[in-house]
Every structure is written in structure tokens, then in C-alpha cells.
């Protein structure tokens, strides 16, 4: 079964002028990151469902140093073929296993062509 987002259709237009208090107050995890996976913006929501505070996570790379049970196939190729095709909107159930305990999730993998951001959206199922 697909998974379906749980994304106002025009929160992208007005997340990259929110902010960080705006963002903490969403009901679900926002993440932007660069091409490369190294956070720029990383809210509340994800900080507790992560228990990684926010200061820590910021300038780190959400694959491989903060959110390590994503750096497979499943989740970093998805965005990695995104960032290649210069296309990423791909939504899948997920797993996160690293320093808690098993927790599914709903994720959605963004690539705003207006803005040219990218962005890791989550939310516990």
C-alpha cells in the first residue's frame, strides 16, 4: 500500500520563510537538507522523536552521522537518486531503529524546484 502525505499543499511555499519556533510547532518531523544530506533546519518534532537535540543535529549529515539506520538503499539511495535526477518526491513507510526502539514512520523526501531545497519530512505512524 502507498503511503500518503500528510503535507499541507502550501506548506512549501512558506517553509523556507518560517521560523525555528514555527517549525517546532509542526506535528511532524522537517528536515532541510543540502544535496549532500548535511542539515541546515531541523525541528522539535524530530529532535525528541530522534533524541538528538537540535543544536547537535544541525551541520551534521541526517544519514550518516544523525540518523544512521537511514544510510541503505531504502531511505539515502532514494534521496540520492533524487538529488541525480535533479527530482525527489518519493513517500514510503519506514523503520527507524537508531537509539530507540523500533518506530514506524510515515517519510517524505522532498525536492522544491522553486526554491531548490531539500527536505526530509516525518511523521510516527
Keep these: 500500500m ?3 502525505t500528510f503535507l499541507e499543499p502550501s506548506l512549501l511555499s512558506r517553509l523556507n520563510s518560517l521560523s525555528q519556533s514555527e517549525i517546532d510547532s509542526f506535528p511532524f518531523g522537517i528536515v532541510k537538507v543540502d544535496p549532500n544530506g ?3 533546519m531541523y525541528n522539535k518534532y ?3 522523536l530522534a533524541k538528538v537535540p537540535i543544536s547537535t543535529a544541525v551541520g551534521r549529515n541526517f544519514f550518516t552521522e544523525v540518523a544512521i539506520c537511514t ?3 531504502i531511505f539515502y539511495g532514494r534521496f540520492k537518486e ?3 535526477k535533479g ?3 518519493a513517500i514510503f513507510n519506514y523503520v527507524f531503529t537508531y537509539n530507540m526502539k523500533p518506530t514506524n514512520v510515515i517519510v517524505h523526501l522532498l525536492h ?3 526554491t531548490g ?3 526530509v519530512f516525518v511523521k510516527s505512524r
Excluded: H
Design 87 to 89: 527530482e525527489l518526491d
Design 2 to 4: 502507498q503511503a500518503q
Design 71 to 73: 544510510n541503505n538503499r
Design 117 to 119: 531545497t531539500n527536505w
Design 46 to 48: 524530530e529532535s525528541e
Design 38 to 40: 548535511q542539515i541546515l
Design 112 to 114: 522544491d524546484r522553486s
Design 82 to 84: 533524487g538529488m541525480e
